[in-house]
């Protein structure tokens, strides 16, 4: 008796210690506990697998999981914890063998239904990846992350209405977040209103002036119907964003447009300074052949090889 309420104490010490951030000491009560309890308790084996795995240590963490099945073979926590490791590793087919029985266990384990959806999508096995997110949707419905991945995945199909709704709900989750709102913007241009992806996507910067790609796609909407107006959206960027080569070279395509050439030429160096590997791609921009063949650019390249 004396040694279950010795255990409780350490236990209880241990979740102040994790509430603290203080992980190493969670780590040694936690630990003591176990102990204790001849290491029999699969919730504190579970918990001191968890802390190896944020402190780096996910051999050590494997070893514990492996322990907790030892113990119980269907601890759906221990799958799990094996695909997370699993899959921060790359080791993806294994990450989703581990998902999978997890939910074969729990089948209302949320948290493993949207990493197996999301293994799913880096594989781009993107239909098992929707199937698996909308599975965690119909359990809950307001996951805003499940509704924005897996309505980015039906956008990049060109399933645009069924992108609409996914984004919508995101949008009603979060109103005021800055990828649902800059999402809106991505299928409200697709349906060609424009009025209405320009309202999302300035809503957008203001709740998160770093995001560059805000900018770039508020300002791909004036490039040509107002290019001096795209240009003031790229500064802007430019100015609040740290070091984006893409911003760069965009605005080189504007001041092209403009017949800005010394200016494009400035801003094209700019980008290559920042992103070296960016000059295939420049070479081969039709827009950009007058800036590319300029006396300044073509030096700033000749010296960049004489230099490697």
């Given at each position: 008796?004396?040694?279950?309420?010795?255990?409780?104490?350490?236990?209880?010490?241990?979740?102040?210690?994790?509430?603290?951030?203080?992980?190493?000491?969670?780590?040694?009560?936690f630990?003591?506990?176990?102990?204790?309890?001849?290491?029999?308790?699969?919730?504190?084996?579970?918990?001191?697998?968890?802390?190896?795995?944020?402190?780096?240590?996910?051999?050590?963490?494997?070893?514990?999981?492996?322990?907790?099945?030892?113990?119980?073979?269907?601890?759906?926590r221990?799958?799990?914890?094996?695909?997370?490791?699993?899959?921060?590793?790359?080791l993806?087919?294994?990450?989703?063998?581990?998902?999978?029985?997890?939910?074969?266990?729990s089948?209302?384990?949320h948290?493993?239904?949207?990493f197996?959806?999301?293994?799913?999508?880096i594989?781009?096995e993107?239909?098992?990846?929707?199937i698996?997110?909308?599975?965690?949707?119909?359990?809950?419905p307001?996951?805003?992350?499940?509704n924005?991945n897996?309505?980015?995945?039906?956008?990049?199909?060109?399933?645009?209405?069924l992108?609409?709704?996914?984004?919508?709900?995101?949008?009603?989750?979060?109103?005021?977040?800055?990828?649902?709102?800059?999402?809106?913007?991505?299928i409200?241009?697709k349906?060609?209103m424009?009025?209405?992806a320009?309202?999302?996507?300035?809503?957008?910067?203001?709740?998160?002036?770093?995001y560059?790609?805000?900018?770039?796609?508020?300002?791909v909407?004036?490039k040509y119907?107002?290019t001096?107006?795209?240009i003031?959206?790229?500064?802007?960027?430019?100015?609040?964003?740290?070091?984006?080569?893409?911003?760069?070279?965009?605005r080189?395509?504007?001041?092209t447009?403009?017949?800005?050439?010394?200016?494009?030429c400035n801003?094209?160096i700019e980008?290559?300074n920042?992103?070296?590997?960016?000059?295939?791609y420049?070479?081969?921009?039709?827009?950009?052949?007058?800036?590319?063949?300029?006396?300044?650019?073509?030096?700033?390249?000749?010296?960049?090889?004489n230099?490697?």
């Amino acid at each position: 008796m004396k040694e279950d309420v010795l255990i409780q104490k350490y236990i209880e010490r241990a979740y102040k210690a994790l509430e603290d951030d203080k992980l190493v000491k969670a780590l040694d009560l936690f630990s003591r506990a176990n102990e204790l309890s001849n290491e029999e308790d699969v919730d504190i084996i579970i918990e001191i697998a968890l802390i190896y795995d944020s402190l780096g240590k996910s051999e050590t963490a494997k070893e514990y999981y492996n322990k907790a099945l030892r113990i119980d073979e269907n601890e759906e926590r221990a799958y799990y914890g094996l695909a997370v490791i699993y899959d921060e590793d790359e080791l993806y087919d294994e990450a989703i063998r581990l998902y999978k029985k997890a939910i074969y266990i729990s089948p209302n384990y949320h948290k493993a239904y949207f990493f197996l959806a999301n293994v799913y999508d880096i594989c781009g096995e993107e239909e098992l990846a929707i199937i698996t997110y909308e599975k965690l949707l119909s359990l809950n419905p307001m996951d805003f992350w499940a509704n924005t991945n897996v309505g980015s995945i039906y956008e990049a199909l060109g399933k645009n209405d069924l992108a609409y709704k996914r984004f919508s709900k995101a949008l009603e989750i979060k109103p005021n977040n800055y990828l649902a709102l800059f999402n809106m913007g991505v299928i409200a241009f697709k349906f060609n209103m424009i009025n209405k992806a320009i309202g999302f996507y300035n809503r957008s910067i203001k709740m998160n002036p770093i995001y560059a790609y805000s900018y770039l796609n508020l300002a791909v909407i004036y490039k040509y119907k107002d290019t001096e107006k795209g240009i003031e959206v790229l500064t802007k960027g430019i100015e609040n964003c740290e070091e984006v080569h893409f911003l760069y070279y965009n605005r080189s395509c504007f001041y092209t447009l403009i017949g800005e050439n010394h200016k494009a030429c400035n801003d094209l160096i700019e980008a290559l300074n920042i992103y070296p590997d960016f000059l295939k791609y420049i070479l081969e921009d039709e827009e950009l052949e007058e800036i590319t063949n300029m006396n300044c650019f073509k030096e700033f390249v000749e010296n960049e090889i004489n230099d490697k």
